[in-house]
């Protein structure tokens, strides 16, 4: 049963409704928010004194908390009873949906009311998206304080904040938004802070919507020296302005007909410039005989032409340009002319102050896509309100952004969220931050594939994925980018080319490109060279069509200074060369190219630095000689546009790290000289440890077997982990080299021998490894592809099993591999292992390795397996060395390999 009361609350709430209904269309695009009302609680409501629908903040703000005026003061208007106060953060913002280019009426009220029993009243800051408003300050402003702007947004949202500036805690009533016609309060210099709006009355009515339909609120203006007259009538409005008609049908003249009228004495103006909207409308229907009018003096000057009000009919007098006050005095007079028969007349006045925002929004793109990443992520950090860029000392955290450029928007050129919790796929917005220079989203859970789109963003400079669960490859476009200067850090698993590692593997996070040891800059020199003569044979150009060419190309664009720069910090001089040599005092050896001396680098840094050979840097020179005079024929020109490609490929090499690699510390390339620098082995290669060459001990197994997988790595990174992939071409066990700790590295990648400068026919020198190791496909296809490589480790790993040389003439079969076969259809398992190890390895790891490394030597390329396997074999074959080795300590066995491998037939190779 409802209760009798009940029911006249349902019927009043009805007819109150459909009484404001009508008005609910003229409240479109009004915005009325109740703060603090909990969003349960009855919203939206009808605000009873204006017929406003008012609704809760929660949709627009996610911080702060909720609060109630102190009970004894709640009979105050409604929307001032609950607030939202902000104890967390320093900025809290408002997010409002609004109309971009619409000029709006903005007002904010707060009004303390003790809500928290403290009795302190807060002072802060109001700030409208980026720029500082008002300061609000409530001491003694026992019925709160309001302040209204006119304000036009720059995009469809607004960010109204409040920050905090002391020690109290800020707080808001209420906030309304009032979109305005365009065409009224213009200015020339942005927005119009009210400072007063009165209307020249005896009555003591404050009137605002619905009398007002734009809900200005105009409060009453009396003053004794006034006579006040009045109409019953409606003036006409429609001057744009739309004052109220309760506005219009009073006035006020001077109470002494025959003095001026000043207004001044009523008014005390602030310091700013100033803005002021007369309005004028007749209320005396005015005989035949009788006028009324008047000029108006600001400060004793001229101030808009004479006016006369017609009656029942708005004028309204503004200013064109800002006036100022000077200590607030200010003089505004109204005087009869001459022959006008009334006193002048005057029905109500509106001063503003104007406020110049300066800092610009930051760009609506980038915000709105910042705004979208922080939504499907969840962040909801302190900071992440308003605008993300500025001011600056509200920039949100995690972010960087460009605002140097005052006349710019800001743009977010930085975004870290490493270690957010990420969850999902990577947001597409991203892609909308179209000034991202640096993006790390590292150690996250983030899922999904690596997205294309993050190569077209041409900004980034340094992309971060690493540590989070993402499928897939790296797109081709990226890897593009790579090369033109990106730095991409991926897990490992992503620069995999092949199905051959789909499961997890542990590449260093930091890859590059590939590295090429040796005289890459060289190679690629003749590489192209060759290139470029094949391409002039062979079709026209498809990379720089001749026509298209126009004379002294532009070798030093921007991209290749940028990359010289990089580039220079590794650049030495030949002096320098000179210095950390010695003088060339102490030569390690000779290699491809040239002699290889120690040297010494930062006082203590030891290198290995080959200087280039007179007659192999000869055809660089040329090279380079015809580069610097780009405008000869179309073929130098194609020239030019591939050094830049060179450089590079320079550049790549010099960031390229890996354990398993021996690395390039610099560079020296002053004319003629031309010199690489790498890092220092000091313990010489892998031949001369096997050969005894180095006087040192015999290398054990066990040792034997770590520097395999180390060499297997350092190829496993060079076909799998990089990309482009690389094929070195010239694997041998004098090009793994050993450092102090006998870490094998990789040397002279993608080099050979064979490779002659100075040749008069370009077409000899083609790429050739060398005799013994070289994959006997070669000689059928001419060409060289990772499983080459694979061949010439098998015939190392042969090497490290038997310590035999590769090719022997004296022995039963020349080359290694065939020998082992037919030491092994013999029989003859002990006569294959190098007698140096005087037995001591596990028979089970060492048949592990031989039938691996006959494998990998297979003739036919199709049998071998590819690195990413053999490494895992290798590290196998440790692994149960090293067990083995426990166990058979443990059980103090002696027992023989020929008894172990009877027990293990099927691990025993077949010849082939
Ligand atoms: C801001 O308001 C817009 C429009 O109402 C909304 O799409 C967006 O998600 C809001 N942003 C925040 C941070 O609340
Ligand atoms: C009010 O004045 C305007 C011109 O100033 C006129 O177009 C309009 O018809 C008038 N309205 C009424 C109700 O007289
Ligand atoms: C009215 O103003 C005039 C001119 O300022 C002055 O001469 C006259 O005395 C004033 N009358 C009264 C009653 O104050
Ligand atoms: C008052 O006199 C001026 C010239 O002095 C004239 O332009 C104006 O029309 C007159 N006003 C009235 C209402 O007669
Ligand atoms: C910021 O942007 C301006 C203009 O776009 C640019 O000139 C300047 O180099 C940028 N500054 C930084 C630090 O990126
Ligand atoms: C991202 O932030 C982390 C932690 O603050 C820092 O270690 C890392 O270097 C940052 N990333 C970039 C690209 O600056
Ligand atoms: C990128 O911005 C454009 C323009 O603001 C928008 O239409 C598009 O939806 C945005 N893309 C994403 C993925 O957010
Ligand atoms: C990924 O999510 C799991 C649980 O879903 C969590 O234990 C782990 O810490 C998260 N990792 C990162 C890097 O956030």
Known sequence: MESPHGILLVAFIATFAVIHLSQAEDQEGFISVDCGLPPSEASPYIEPDTGLWFSSDSDFIQTGKIGKIDPSLRKTIKTYVTLRYFPDGIRNCYNLSVKQGTNYLIRVTALYGNYDGLNITPKFDLYVGPNFWVTIDLENMISGQTEEIIYIPRSNSLDLCLVKTGATTPMISSLELRPLPNNIYITESGSLKRFKRYYLTSSNAILSYPDDVNDRVWEPKFDPEWKHISTTLEANNSNGFLVPHDVLKTAAIPANATARFKITKELDFPDDEIYLYLHFSEVQSLQINESREFDIFWNGQPFDNTVSPKYLKTTTIKSTTPVTCKGGVCNLELIRTTNSTLPPLLNAIEIYSSVKFHQLETNENDVFAIRKIKARYGLNRITWQGDPCVPQKFLWDSLNCNSTDTSRQPRITYLNLTSSGLKGTIAAAIQNLTDLEKLDLSNNNLTGEIPGFLANMNSLMLINLSKNNLIGFIPQALLDRESEGLTLFVDGKHRCLSGSCVTEKKFPVKTAAFVSSATVMVIIVVLVLIFVVKKKTSSNSEVLPPSSIKPSVNVTSNNISEISIKMKRKKFTHSEVMEMTKDLERPLGEGGFGIVYHGVINGSQQVAIKILSQSSTQGYKEFKAEVRNCSYSNMFKQMCFMYSFILVQVELLLRVHHINLVSLVGYCDEREHLALIYEYMSNGDLKDHLSGKHGSSVLKWNTRLQIAIDAALGLEYLHIGCRPSMVHRDVKSTNI?????????????????????????????????????????????????????????????????????????????????????????????????????????????????????MLCANSSSEKRPNMFQVVIELKECLASEISMKSNDQDMDSQSSPEVSMSCDTKDVPSAR
Not at 738 to 756: M, V
Not at 800 to 821: F, G, P
């Open 737 to 853: 080299l050993l450092d102090e700790g006998f870490t094998a590295k990789l040397a002279d990648f993608g080099l050979s021998r064979s490779f002659q400068f100075g040749d008069e026919d370009h077409a000899s020198t083609a790429v050739a490894g060398t005799p013994g190791y070289l994959d006997p496909e070669y000689y059928r296809t001419g060409r060289l592809a990772e499983m080459s490589d694979v061949y010439s480790f098998g015939i190392v790993l042969l090497e490290i099993i038997t310590n035999q040389r590769v090719l022997d003439q004296t022995r039963e079969k020349i080359h290694i591999a065939e020998w082992t076969a037919f030491m092994l259809n013999r029989g003859d398992i002990n006569g294959i292992m190098d007698p140096n190890l005087h037995g001591d390895y596990n028979s089970h790891s060492a048949w592990r390795a031989l039938e691996l490394a």
